[in-house]
């Protein structure tokens, strides 16, 4: 059974700093690709960073610069260092992988909050 579970959200001022992670389980961490995506109330899900297996990175425009996404294979961890926030940035957080198989899962989501 696979399972994504982020932890580290929460409420912090505008110009502050959070760390997500999302711990897998079920899948060959290490093949597979990782990203992070936002929903802010009343939009749609939108890609925030990704990361391959090779370790190269992307980020959405909104968000190069401030936020820098990493993995730890050895913890099947995925990190997404927020600095800067802004109360744009304020939705539920959810992480992605992408199996070598090309299998896509999703985690339950966690809340950042960016009081203004």
């Known amino acids: 059974q696979v399972q994504l579970v982020e932890s580290g959200g929460g409420l912090v001022q505008t110009g502050g700093s959070l760390r997500l992670s999302c711990a897998a389980s079920?899948?060959?961490?290490?093949?597979?690709?990782m990203g992070w995506y936002r929903q802010a109330p009343g939009k749609q899900r939108e890609f925030v960073a990704r990361i391959t297996t090779g370790g190269s990175t992307m980020y959405a425009d909104a968000v190069k610069g401030r936020f820098t996404i990493s993995r730890d294979n050895d913890k099947n961890t995925v990190y997404l260092q927020m600095n800067t926030l802004k109360p744009e940035d304020t939705a539920v957080y959810y992480c992605?992988?992408?199996?070598?198989?090309?299998?896509?899962?999703w985690g339950q989501g966690t809340q950042v909050t960016v009081s203004s």
């Open positions: 992605n992988a992408i199996t070598w198989r090309g299998d896509g899962y």
């Open positions: 079920g899948i060959r961490f290490s093949t597979a690709t």
